[in-house]
């Protein structure tokens, strides 16, 4: 992982796209512009790290403080990177740090999103939900759930 720079919008704003694509079109909520100018006006570079796998753009992911802990967004994988372990790596990463600092994180999910469950299996859980999202925490050392 390396601190995200101005000149990584674009390929996020790009990846972000190609990411939630089928969530949202399934949702009816996709709009090529959108999804991409969404992040362009959400970044925050200072919050944001890009994801690298053998020395390549794999991904990114955001943690921003909140009130009561932080919040985790922005948290793509390259799709040909999707489902070989690498998200579930750097989320554990990244709850080991907010679990020693004693924080809880929060994040919403898109209602369907295949997401979800990794969320689940690391011990967040949902908190409330509207027709399009659900939020969820998960408290500090919330035991990851080994079922799938």
């Not at 709009?31 to 919050?47: L, S, T, Y």
């Not at 600092?101 to 919403?108: E, F, K, Y």
Request: with cysteine.
């Amino acid at each position: 992982m390396r601190p995200a720079h101005p000149d990584d919008v674009e390929p996020i704003a790009e990846l972000r796209a190609v990411v939630m694509r089928p969530d949202l079109e399934r949702l009816g909520r996709f709009d090529e512009h959108r999804v991409r100018q969404r992040f362009r006006d959400a970044f925050v570079e200072r919050h944001m790290s890009i994801i690298l796998a053998e020395g390549r753009f794999a991904g990114c992911l955001a943690l921003r403080p909140g009130e009561d802990g932080h919040w985790l967004e922005h948290f793509f994988i390259a799709p040909d990177l999707q489902g070989h372990g690498l998200g579930s790596a750097v989320l554990s990463g990244l709850l080991a740090r907010t679990d020693a600092d004693g924080d809880l994180v929060r994040l919403n999910v898109l209602q369907g999103s295949a997401a979800r469950r990794l969320y689940e299996r690391h011990g967040f859980r949902a908190e409330s939900e509207d027709a399009v999202d659900v939020f969820m925490v998960r408290w500090p050392g919330r035991a990851p759930s080994h079922t799938t």
